[in-house]
């Protein structure tokens, strides 16, 4: 038979939900880790991550392009999308900015090389083995942060072709390449946005370069893994310096074609991310 709480049970009752929230909040943001012990890398790990991230991709080739196929499929999207006059400003800004969302792209393919590493006959649906990450709700948090430092790039992108060649839409296609590429403002428009996409591009790669791997890894909070992310980013400056280019690099030949090389680069990236947290993370 059901109990009928008195109003001091319930207020009991519920004051201990609400402790048990906060616990499992606070967990999400600290875990129940130590942070871990970092290394220092040279270029040659680099070299070595790719080289095993490109195993990985032949080992599960078919699985992963089938996995990674919804990434260039949403650029196509947003780059029809930013081809109305209106949105044409931030064509740029949209493909340049995949960078910031790479890392969340690719936490499945994360999961994967986690669990071949461990002998296991991976197939697509490994990656969604992230989900059972004990730190799973601060890997949401984190990819928030990301999506919101993604739309912040966005709207910095407005607010500068409003200072240079706005407010006014483009007339057309043509003309915004006209004004861009022949005009003094359009090339100041170009390296204040090259500067400002810099910093951004920085501030992604150090809160999320080995954070994703950290919290599938690891019982650690989020604190934790970007902590941990951003000393590593510290201790190895040059090294990581280098990796940033080669995945900026790697994601603007991904653009081309039509986004279609992503169906290679992302996975390839992503799996090499997986063996360079290993060299990283004691």
Known sequence: ??????????????????????????????????????RRIAVGDLRDALRRGFDDFAACRTDVIFLCLIYPLAGLVLARFALNQAFLPLLFPLASGFALLGPVAAVGLYEMSREREQGVRVSWAH??????????????????????????????????????????????????ATDVFTTPAGWAMIGIGVAVG?????????????????????????????????????????????????????????????????????????HATWHLYRKLVA
């Not at 999400?28 to 942070?35: K, L, R």
């Not at 984190?142 to 060649?165: D, K």
């Not at 080669?246 to 039509?258: D, E, K, M, W």
Request: hydrophobic letters at 60%; zero cysteines.
């Open 198 to 270: 810099f910093v951004f591009a920085v501030v992604a790669l150090a809160i999320s370069v080995v954070s994703y791997p950290i919290l599938l890894d690891h019982d650690v909070g989020l604190a934790t893994a970007i902590g941990t992310s951003v000393r590593a980013v510290r201790q190895n400056p040059r090294t990581m310096a280098v990796w940033g280019l080669i995945v900026a690099g790697g994601l603007v030949l991904g653009t081309i074609p039509a986004f279609v090389g992503l169906i290679v680069v992302l996975p390839v990236l992503g």
């Open 1 to 38: 038979m059901a109990h009928i709480k008195n109003p001091l049970e319930w207020t009991a009752a519920e004051f201990g939900s609400a402790a048990g929230h906060v616990r499992g909040a606070t967990r999400s943001v600290y875990g129940s880790e130590a942070p871990p012990t970092l």
């Open 127 to 176: 990656a969604f083995g992230v989900t059972r990450a004990p730190s799973f709700g601060a890997i949401v948090v984190l990819s928030l942060i990301l999506l919101a430092l993604f739309l912040a790039w966005l709207g910095a992108a407005v607010v500068l072709y409003a200072l240079t060649l706005g407010p006014e839409a483009p007339a057309s296609l043509s003309a915004f």
